[in-house]
């Protein structure tokens, strides 16, 4: 077999894997008892999803994709940090 096509099929194989991972964070972020687990299921979920966009630029053979994967990994940093801090104001603020 040859390289290239070893890692087309184990791409798309990773890409299947974490589509069908993405399940339990789902079903998390919709039963989630609480305010914070929610935060937590969308991170993993987001996560996930620039996984995807990296295992779809390696089989498209494209760089774009690792560039789209940064960005959005960057605002998906801010926005959590951005998350915890209200999240913590409105707990100090309950007690």
Not at 6 to 18: D, H, N
Request: hydrophobic share 50%.
């Amino acid at each position: 077999m040859d390289p290239s096509t070893f890692l087309e099929y184990s791409a798309v194989g990773a890409i299947w894997i974490m589509t069908i991972s993405m399940v339990f964070p789902l079903i998390r972020l919709f039963r989630g008892p609480t305010l914070p687990d929610r935060v937590i299921a969308l991170d993993q979920i987001s996560i996930i999803i620039v996984c995807i966009i990296i295992c779809d630029s390696i089989y498209s053979k494209n760089t774009y994709g690792l560039d789209v994967a940064l960005v959005v990994s960057l605002l998906l940093v801010i926005g959590s940090m951005i998350i915890a801090r209200f999240l913590h104001k409105r707990r100090s603020e309950n007690d």
